[in-house]
C-alpha cells in the first residue's frame, strides 16, 4: 500500500513567494494532519480535516496560511507571502477516522530564503 | 492543556544491548492514547508501537516495549537487542480519547554504537 504522498520533497524560495505543498492521504482514510516541525518549536498542529472539512485550525500561525482538501485524495497547504521564518519541515498524516493512528508521510523540507 | 515532556536530548547504545527512553506527560483525562514515533535521518515519522491508557497490558512490537505507568503519568520505551537501524530521533506523543491532536515531546535522539 501506498503511504502518505508529499510533493514537492524539498522546496526552495525566496521571501515573498508563494509556496504551495501537497499531501495525498493513503487511500480510505478520512481524516488528514498538517504539521510543522522545527527546532525551536518541535511538532506542531497546523490544521486538521475530517471527511474534507476543516474541524480545527487554531494552530495554523497567521493569515498568510491556508489550507484546502478539495476532495478525499488531496490537501494543500499553501504559504502566501513566505518568510524566512516559514522554513521547517512541513508533514502531513492521515488517519483511518478520527481517534484512530495517524500515518506521516515523509515531509516537505522548506526554506524560505 | 496536555504537555509531554522526553527529558532525555540524547541516548546512546552499544549494538545488542538495551537501552529505554523515557516519557512523561500531564493529563487530566482518564482516557488517551500514547505514541512513539521514530524519524531516523530521512525525517519520516515512523509509528513504532501505541498504548492505549485503559489497558493494563504494556505493548509490545517485536524489540520495542513499553512500561506505562498511569499513576505515575509515565511511558518508556525500551529497545532490546539495540541495533544499527534503530539510531533516529524518538517521539513520545499523546491523544486524548475524543479528539485528533497530537501532542508531541521534544524528542530523544539515539545513538547506536557499533
Known amino acids: 500500500d501506498a503511504g502518505v504522498i508529499q510533493s514537492p520533497r524539498h522546496e526552495v524560495t525566496e521571501m515573498g513567494q508563494e509556496v504551495t505543498l501537497r499531501c495525498k492521504p493513503i487511500?480510505?482514510?478520512?481524516?488528514l494532519f498538517w504539521y510543522r516541525q522545527t527546532m525551536m518549536r518541535g511538532l506542531e498542529l497546523l490544521i486538521y480535516?475530517?471527511?474534507?472539512?476543516?474541524?480545527?485550525d487554531s494552530g495554523m500561525p497567521e493569515d498568510r496560511f491556508s489550507a484546502k482538501m478539495p476532495n478525499a485524495s488531496f490537501s494543500t497547504l499553501k504559504i502566501q507571502p513566505s518568510e524566512p521564518r516559514d522554513s521547517a519541515v512541513y508533514f502531513c498524516?492521515?488517519?483511518?477516522?478520527?481517534?484512530?493512528?495517524?500515518?506521516f508521510g515523509p515531509g516537505t523540507r522548506l526554506l524560505v530564503l | 492543556a496536555q504537555t509531554v515532556t522526553q527529558s532525555q536530548p540524547e541516548m546512546s547504545v552499544q549494538e545488542a544491548e538495551t537501552v529505554t527512553l523515557s516519557c512523561t506527560y500531564d493529563?487530566?483525562?482518564?482516557?488517551?492514547?500514547l505514541f512513539w514515533y521514530k524519524q531516523p535521518p530521512s525525517r519520516q515519522m515512523i509509528l513504532v508501537i501505541r498504548?492505549?491508557?485503559?489497558?493494563?497490558q504494556n505493548a509490545t512490537e517485536n524489540r520495542f516495549s513499553v512500561n506505562f505507568q498511569k499513576a505515575a503519568k509515565s511511558f518508556s520505551l525500551k529497545i532490546s537487542d539495540s541495533q544499527l537501524g534503530d539510531a533516529a530521533m524518538y517521539f513520545c506523543?499523546?491523544?486524548?480519547?475524543?479528539?485528533?491532536?497530537?501532542?508531541f515531546g521534544g524528542g530523544t535522539r539515539l545513538m547506536v554504537k557499533p
Open positions: 498524516a492521515s488517519s483511518l477516522a478520527q481517534g484512530e493512528t495517524q500515518y
Open positions: 487511500s480510505g482514510h478520512n481524516s
Open positions: 480535516f475530517n471527511n474534507n472539512v476543516p474541524i480545527d
Open positions: 493529563t487530566s483525562e482518564s482516557d488517551y492514547y
Open positions: 498504548q492505549e491508557a485503559y489497558k493494563q
Open positions: 506523543a499523546y491523544r486524548n480519547n475524543a479528539g485528533n491532536m497530537l501532542t
